[in-house]
């Protein structure tokens, strides 16, 4: 039996995906978290196979949440199901640890087979996704979030959602001092001079999720 591990911060979208595995052979969803800190406490204490994570969620987020997972339990695999589908995401949670990728908007056939595949030691990609990459590659195309390091992204993705620098450096457990530092860096390298302007060229090139900046907000 895959014991199965779903994080997501909103409740539709849980509900929906552990209906759909829970109707498949040799699948199990043992627990169900809505950050990407529940996910890392959870995998600490208890045995799972598959972590499916949201990239977009209070907190931390998927991306840091992988890249620990796969550092503490390298034998827990993540797949990623988000609404994100162009660089830099899939290539940045690919290379924190992530064994597939596939989208909001798949088949629910292909929720099962990411599952059985990335537990059997493949990795699985949505094809649209793995053709983004692929053209991405043969293009050279870039945005400017692409010549962010990971550090970088995980505290730009904390600005964007609106955390203080104090808040930031509490969950991402980084003294004030550094993430100011990693502050200042970005709008360097983005060429951009306050938050507000961080967050509107996160929004233009599909790094920050507008609907889920709207929940927050209600």
């Known amino acids: 039996m895959i014991r199965v591990l779903?994080?997501?911060?909103?409740?539709?979208?849980?509900?929906?995906?552990?209906?759909?595995?829970?109707?498949?052979?040799?699948?199990?969803?043992?627990?169900?978290?809505?950050?990407?800190?529940?996910?890392?406490?959870?995998?600490?204490?208890?045995?799972?196979?598959?972590?499916?994570?949201?990239?977009?969620?209070?907190?931390?987020?998927?991306?840091?949440?992988?890249?620990?997972?796969?550092?503490?339990?390298?034998?827990?695999?993540?797949?990623?199901?988000?609404?994100?589908?162009?660089?830099?995401?899939?290539?940045?949670?690919?290379?924190?640890?992530?064994?597939?990728?596939?989208?909001?908007?798949?088949?629910?056939?292909?929720?099962?087979?990411?599952?059985?595949?990335?537990?059997s030691g493949k990795k699985h990609i949505s094809p649209d996704i793995a053709q983004s990459l692929a053209l991405s590659m043969l293009d050279g195309d870039e945005t400017p979030f692409s010549k962010l390091s990971q550090r970088e992204m995980q505290v730009m993705m904390m600005i964007t959602q609106g955390y203080s620098i104090q808040e930031t450096s509490e969950k991402l457990h980084l003294s004030p001092k550094t993430v100011s530092t990693y502050r200042y860096r970005l709008y360097e390298k983005l060429k951009v001079e306050n938050d507000v302007a961080l967050t509107h060229l996160a929004i233009r090139y599909g790094v920050v999720d507008t609907n889920m900046r709207d929940q927050e907000n209600l």
Not at 25 to 42: N, R
Not at 68 to 92: A, C, E, M, N, Y
Request: net charge negative.
């Open 6 to 119: 779903l994080v997501d911060d909103h409740q539709l979208i849980r509900t929906g995906t552990k209906r759909i595995l829970d109707d498949a052979v040799g699948i199990e969803v043992i627990a169900e978290a809505t950050s990407g800190e529940e996910a890392i406490d959870f995998v600490r204490k208890n045995e799972v196979d598959v972590v499916i994570m949201d990239v977009d969620m209070p907190g931390i987020g998927g991306l840091e949440a992988t890249t620990k997972i796969s550092s503490i339990q390298p034998g827990t695999k993540v797949i990623i199901l988000t609404v994100h589908t162009d660089d830099p995401f899939p290539s940045r949670l690919l290379n924190a640890g992530a064994s597939g990728y596939i989208t909001k908007n798949c088949a629910s056939d292909e929720i099962i087979a990411s599952v059985k595949t990335v537990f």
